[in-house]
């Protein structure tokens, strides 16, 4: 009788510490699961550029990137005209639709961060392109829904007159970052199960190179020869000593927290030095914010019918539904979980 009650006490022991070991195995996976999550690895690199868009064209269930941009208010983002029409694949039809994707650090993310439909791309009235400049490069997007802004999602403030005055010291001492993602020569697709198919990791991540102002003058006379650069432009040196990286074109560059200007063309002069051209951000002040104002949205030649919407909304909702092939979504981690304690509890 004593033996039976000390055999039956230690299999209640024993099944008491596999008990706690089973709550304590499953609350170290389910730990683990989040930490894996896409959004939070995202939201780590995310909160230092609030920002930050970039724009993209789906194509199917594809994304090609278009280019950088930044956030001035919920629904309007400021970008480059000339990295939409540089691109010979941009498609222009029906079967094409253009993004904006905000919230996101590493591109191979991009399927778990905010994206909202282009309503408008408004190119600058006067934007010219040729052999001698590149003039007037400036965009403005307005999307079909605004953002919630919140510590990932925020505006940045534009460069006025006054702004650009006081931050002159700044300016001038090189303190200024150009903010972009590096993308190879070779346009590359975001599949919405292989997202940001890219041969170098670091090429998805939001990076930034110190540059420094160079007067026009000396611009002109030592760099660019033959280009035409208006007072509606800027000259900058790379500070760092590699150079620029290829089709980047719309990101800003920023000094202490404003834009001041946004990326139009570059030249490499030779290995060590590279210069880039900057669209002045306040010398586009007034058009800025009329085109916000909707002052000139009467200039708009197309206005979408009700069954174009309707179908730009169908395709959208379609490719959010093919795209959420993601790991580590709730349903697999609870799958996963429950596969872990049946294992645990055969023994």
């Given at each position: 009788?004593?033996?039976?009650?000390?055999?039956?006490?230690?299999?209640?022991?024993?099944?008491?510490?596999?008990?706690?070991?089973?709550?304590?195995?499953?609350?170290?996976?389910?730990?683990?699961?989040?930490?894996?999550?896409?959004?939070?690895l995202e939201v780590e690199g995310v909160g230092k550029y609030p920002y930050?868009?970039?724009?993209?064209?789906?194509?199917?269930?594809?994304?090609?990137?278009?280019?950088?941009?930044?956030?001035?208010?919920?629904?309007?983002?400021?970008?480059?005209?000339?990295?939409?029409?540089?691109?010979?694949?941009?498609?222009?039809?029906?079967?094409?639709?253009?993004?904006?994707?905000?919230?996101?650090?590493?591109?191979?993310?991009?399927?778990?961060?905010?994206?909202?439909?282009?309503?408008?791309?408004?190119?600058?009235?006067?934007?010219?392109?040729?052999?001698?400049?590149?003039?007037?490069?400036?965009?403005?997007?307005?999307?079909?829904?605004?953002?919630?802004?919140?510590?990932?999602?925020?505006?940045?403030?534009?460069?006025?007159?006054?702004?650009?005055?006081?931050?002159?010291?700044?300016?001038?001492?090189?303190?200024?970052?150009?903010?972009?993602?590096?993308?190879?020569?070779?346009?590359?697709?975001?599949?919405?199960?292989?997202?940001?198919?890219?041969?170098?990791?670091?090429?998805?991540?939001?990076?930034?190179?110190t540059v420094k102002f160079v007067p026009h003058e000396t611009c002109l006379?030592?760099?660019?020869?033959?280009?035409?650069?208006?007072?509606?432009?800027?000259?900058?040196?790379?500070?760092?000593?590699?150079?620029?990286?290829?089709?980047?074109?719309?990101?800003?560059?920023?000094?202490?927290?404003?834009?001041?200007?946004?990326?139009?063309?570059?030249?490499?002069?030779?290995?060590?030095?590279?210069?880039?051209?900057?669209?002045?951000?306040?010398?586009?002040?007034?058009?800025?914010?009329?085109?916000?104002?909707?002052?000139?949205?009467?200039?708009?030649?197309?206005?979408?019918?009700?069954?174009?919407?309707?179908?730009?909304?169908?395709?959208?909702?379609?490719?959010?539904?093919?795209?959420?092939?993601?790991?580590?979504?709730?349903?697999n981690i609870l799958s996963l979980t429950i596969a872990v304690l049946s294992?645990?509890?055969?023994?």
């Amino acid at each position: 009788m004593l033996i039976r009650m000390l055999i039956s006490q230690m299999m209640c022991q024993c099944y008491f510490d596999r008990t706690y070991i089973v709550i304590i195995l499953t609350l170290i996976f389910c730990l683990y699961s989040v930490s894996l999550s896409p959004k939070d690895l995202e939201v780590e690199g995310v909160g230092k550029y609030p920002y930050m868009v970039v724009v993209c064209q789906i194509r199917n269930i594809d994304i090609v990137k278009l280019c950088g941009g930044t956030l001035i208010q919920p629904q309007w983002v400021l970008t480059s005209h000339t990295c939409k029409v540089a691109d010979n694949s941009i498609i222009e039809t029906e079967e094409a639709l253009d993004i904006v994707v905000a919230s996101v650090y590493n591109l191979n993310l991009i399927m778990e961060a905010a994206i909202r439909p282009v309503k408008v791309w408004m190119k600058h009235p006067e934007y010219g392109k040729n052999d001698y400049a590149v003039t007037n490069d400036i965009a403005l997007i307005n999307l079909e829904s605004a953002y919630i802004i919140n510590q990932n999602m925020q505006p940045i403030m534009l460069s006025s007159e006054y702004a650009l005055h006081n931050k002159e010291l700044h300016i001038q001492s090189g303190y200024c970052n150009f903010i972009f993602w590096k993308i190879s020569k070779a346009k590359e697709n975001i599949h919405a199960r292989k997202p940001w198919l890219v041969k170098e990791s670091r090429s998805t991540i939001l990076q930034q190179l110190t540059v420094k102002f160079v007067p026009h003058e000396t611009c002109l006379a030592n760099y660019v020869h033959g280009v035409i650069i208006t007072h509606g432009q800027f000259c900058v040196q790379v500070a760092e000593e590699k150079p620029f990286p290829l089709e980047h074109s719309g990101g800003p560059l920023v000094c202490q927290d404003i834009q001041v200007g946004i990326f139009t063309w570059q030249k490499v002069v030779n290995e060590t030095l590279v210069v880039a051209v900057f669209t002045r951000i306040d010398a586009f002040e007034r058009y800025i914010t009329s085109v916000v104002s909707n002052l000139v949205f009467a200039n708009i030649s197309s206005f979408r019918t009700i069954s174009e919407i309707m179908m730009r909304a169908r395709k959208y909702s379609q490719f959010k539904r093919r795209g959420s092939g993601t790991m580590y979504h709730t349903d697999n981690i609870l799958s996963l979980t429950i596969a872990v304690l049946s294992v645990i509890l055969s023994f």
